[in-house]
């Protein structure tokens, strides 16, 4: 492997949060919770952003130990055709969902970048907000994905442990620890407008995980100041496979992490998806998450084939609907937004030019 980043190996980017998440930290987590919640007061008012997950396909080449779409699970295997993607578009928008996030595996002979790209064309025709999770991608590649009105990418490192990180990615193109770890930074470069990160939980040591994502995300920001960040938070939730997270990680630790995380990154989006539970993530809202996913399906064709009995990639944990997660946040005086973001922010880049496709 070549050598890791000065900014992962470095100690100083860790000094601001450390202290609050140690095992020994002299700060309570009530401490912590009153202070999260006056920095996201201030910083992000009382709103929560929501988007929604649209798998296009769970065709995928890697073997990730802890993923029901690994290519060695027996899994049904489909590709979302392009008519199918406007149909499951069409159902989130009756849900009401404006933001989506368009997710595949790996790259693949069924699953190419041309596909994602017509998916991505579709999505901006429909939505006013497309972000994607898929497949590493060039520069040059993630230029035309935001030509074709693509304005947020989201790709988890995982683990920042390289060791922890080939042993858990068995096989195929995710192997590569530093090829994923310079990927939102060559999304930034392309003129992408947000990326988001995070470590999925429970797979190495939390601590030394939330230390790195929070180093990660500080090098991402300070080097590219004018971009939109946002930090996940996703535990290891049950799936096909039977994968047992080898580092649980706990409500109070999570807790923790985030809003150590808010104090440290006042600005960042800090999002919480429905792996988790109804409870923990109420309790969240108004303290220092300010977006989160609802009424997801991570089956393909999970929106318009909802009564389908089919295994996702992990099992959901909230799966209320829409309007009864809304009635929760107004519940709290926090009002959900679900647009927030007009096409025409996306820039020149995006505009049709005489004579020249749009993507
Ligand atoms: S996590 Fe992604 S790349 Fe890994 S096996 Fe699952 S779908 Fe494939």
Not at 43 to 58: K, Q
Not at 263 to 278: A, K, N, Q, Y
Not at 287 to 304: D, E, F, N, P
Not at 327 to 337: C, D, G, H, R, S
Request: glycine share 8%; charged share 25%.
């Amino acid at each position: 492997m070549n050598r890791l980043p000065a900014w992962l190996t470095g100690e100083k980017a860790y000094d601001d949060i450390a202290p609050l998440i140690v095992r020994d930290s002299s700060f309570s987590l009530e401490f912590l919770a009153a202070e999260a919640k006056a920095i996201t007061l201030r910083r992000f008012g009382r709103t929560m952003s929501l988007y929604a997950p649209l798998y296009l396909s769970n065709f995928c080449s890697s073997g990730c130990a802890y993923c029901g779409y690994a290519s060695d699970r027996t899994t049904l295997r489909r590709r979302l055709e392009l008519e199918e993607v406007k149909q499951e578009l069409g159902t989130m928008k009756a849900m009401g969902i404006n933001d989506v996030l368009l997710l595949t595996g790996e790259r693949s002979s069924s699953v190419d970048f041309d596909y994602l790209r017509r998916c991505v064309d579709i999505a901006a025709s429909m939505m006013p907000k497309v972000s994607v999770e898929a497949f590493p991608m060039s520069v040059h590649e993630y230029r035309k994905l935001a030509d074709c009105g693509c304005t947020g990418l989201t790709i988890y490192q995982e683990t920042y442990d390289p060791e922890q990180y080939y042993h858990l990615h068995r096989w195929g193109p995710k192997q590569n620890f530093l090829d994923r770890l310079e990927t939102p930074e060559r999304a930034l470069q392309a003129g992408i407008k947000t990326v988001g990160i995070g470590a999925l939980l429970g797979l190495s040591e939390p601590i030394e995980e939330a230390l790195k994502l929070f180093s990660h995300v500080r090098h991402l920001g300070q080097t590219y100041w004018k971009a939109g960040l946002s930090v996940s938070f996703p535990r290891i939730r049950p799936q096909t496979g039977g994968f047992q997270p080898a580092f649980p990680v706990t409500d109070h630790f999570l807790a923790r992490m985030i809003f150590a995380f808010r104090i440290g990154l006042p600005d960042v989006e800090l999002v919480l998806s429905t792996r988790e539970s109804p409870s923990f993530r109420d309790g969240m809202a108004g303290l220092a998450i300010t977006r989160m996913s609802v009424a997801s399906r991570t089956t393909v064709g999970g929106y318009i084939e909802s009564d389908s009995d089919e295994k996702g990639q992990f099992e959901v944990y909230d799966d209320r609907s829409a309007e009864k997660f809304c009635m929760a946040l107004q519940a709290k005086n926090i009002e959900p937004v679900f647009k927030n973001w007009e096409p025409v922010y996306n820039g020149p880049s995006t505009e049709l030019k005489p004579g020249k496709e749009k993507c």
